[in-house]
């Protein structure tokens, strides 16, 4: 483990190089790998998105009230979209119509697009095989759609009525991370401008740059955490309410980088019914978007350390920095998924780096692995 925490506390705040290795993310064999530097990148991208998104989301009109908005994506691409649908409920109020339904569903079931005034699709490549039908389908139906995606061209841009592009968030890791910061940043904007949320005045950073750089700095506490996960084979990862949108997008991301499985749940939920499954090979994983739901994971955590689980509780909730606690920059519940996610990135990175794991390459470097994705097709 002091190798890596030497790599960890070597490691600048500022960006690294554009990586030079063509797509798919082969070839390295040590850190940092891609991951690593698009981790890391989500300062400069979040930055960029939100200062050139409000430009673009001034030209896509609100929909109209009372008809609702679809939230589309799949894997990656749909957590942002849950995450915007947890944005808008907030900046929208609770009369307003929002569903978010995932590719898949909405392809399985073309009712969910039923009424609908307006699509936010979500794809960072934009060549999504799912997601590009999906939008098919919604044109079909005379959906409007705007397609928040990294890329400047794509099948997905060709089918949308509105593109919003994030900044330096191409992925150069299959392990998607700024791409997912970068949407929400780009989401937020647009959410904002149809909520009548006045613009901030040129020359003012907005303070969500702020939380992201905040979330970053907490990488060399989570390599002091890593040595307590590297032996739990399973993991638990609890949110609740915008919360939960982070829990599914880290669980993602530990079994991609780290190949670890990994259950998630509400805190509630976790202490009505999930603690029987906790053993003292188990890593419990909590995030706590405010006090209330803080003070509740704080009981179920400490339950299952009496079981001899490893625990870790990421606060964004302005509550006291604790042994155990990871405090991060206070923000609304619904904005604080946008940094929320960072720490537990880096966990899954430095997880899958303690054990010679390539993150990059979602275990397809491993020839059984690769056989069994390619059995399916996609």
Sequence with gaps: MSAIRQYAVATPMEEFPAPQEPHPPLGRTRHPYFMHEMIRRQAVASRATLGTAPEVARTIEAPAKGSPILFVGIGTSYHAALGAHAMARGLLGSAASLRPVSSFDLLDDPANAEGAAHALIFSSSGDTALTVR????????????????????????????????????????????????????????????????????????????????????????????????????????????????????????????????????????????????????????????????RARAEQGLRAVRELGASTLLIDSSGGPAEEGVLSILPMAPSIAIIHQIIPLQLLAYWLATSEGRNPDVMGLDDVRYLAARRSFGI
Excluded at 153 to 176: F, M, Q
Excluded at 196 to 202: C, F, K, Q, R
Excluded at 244 to 265: Q, S
């Design 134 to 293: 999906s939008m098919q389908s919604l044109r079909e139906r005379g959906v409007p759609t705007t397609l928040i995606t990294g890329t400047e061209a794509s099948p997905s841009t060709a089918l949308a009525d509105h593109v919003l592009r994030t900044r330096y968030a191409e992925e150069t890791s299959w392990a998607h991370t700024v791409s997912y910061t970068a949407a929400l940043c780009a989401a937020l904007v647009l959410l904002r401008h149809w909520a009548g949320v006045p613009e901030l005045p040129d020359g003012e950073e907005d303070p969500i740059s702020e939380a992201v750089v905040s979330g970053l700095a907490t990488e060399n506490p989570i390599v002091e955490a890593v040595e307590r996960f590297a032996e739990r084979p399973t993991l638990v990862v609890l949110g609740s309410g915008p919360a939960e949108v982070t829990a599914r997008e880290a669980a993602l991301k530990l079994r991609e980088a780290a190949g670890r499985f990994v259950a998630t749940g509400g805190v509630e939920e976790f202490l009505h019914g999930m603690i029987p499954s906790v053993t003292d090979r188990s890593g419990v994983l909590a995030v706590a978007g405010t006090t209330f739901e």
